[in-house]
Nanobody, 124 residues
C-alpha cells in the first residue's frame, strides 16, 4: 500500500514563502510521476504542479509559474513544493498525489494515490 504524507503547510503573510514536503512509502518512489494539487472551499481540486519520474520534466498551472517550484529527491522518497511570493488566492488545502506511470500528468484522474492534505493560508 502506498502512503503519502504532506507537511509544511501553515499561515503566512502575503509575499511570504512556504516549502511543502510529501514523504512517500510503500513502493519504488523514483519510478512514478507525481504532482501537487490544491482545493479551496467550494472549488474543485486543481493542479498546481506536476513532475515526471526523474524530475527532469515539470509542468505548472499558469497562476504559479515563476513563483512555485516542484522537485523530487528519489533518494529520500520525498517530493517538494517551494512556494514563494504567496498570495491570498493561494489559500487552499494542498495535496500530493502519485500516478501509476512515469510521465508527468496534469489530470487529477491520472492520480491513484493521495496524501491527507496540508492547509496553506495566506493572509493579506
Amino acid at each position: 500500500q502506498v502512503q503519502l504524507v504532506e507537511s509544511g503547510g501553515g499561515l503566512v503573510q502575503a509575499g511570504g514563502s512556504l516549502r511543502l514536503s510529501c514523504a512517500a512509502s510503500g513502493r519504488a518512489f523514483g519510478g512514478y510521476g507525481m504532482g501537487w494539487f490544491r482545493q479551496a472551499p467550494g472549488k474543485e481540486r486543481e493542479l498546481v504542479a506536476a513532475i515526471n519520474w526523474s524530475g527532469a520534466i515539470t509542468k505548472y498551472t499558469d497562476s504559479v509559474k515563476g513563483r512555485f517550484t516542484i522537485s523530487k529527491d528519489n533518494g529520500k522518497n520525498t517530493m517538494y513544493l517551494q512556494m514563494n511570493s504567496l498570495q491570498p488566492e493561494d489559500t487552499a488545502v494542498y495535496y500530493c498525489g502519485s500516478t501509476l506511470g512515469f510521465d508527468v500528468e496534469v489530470e487529477v484522474t491520472q492520480y491513484r494515490y493521495w496524501g491527507q492534505g496540508t492547509q496553506v493560508t495566506v493572509s493579506s
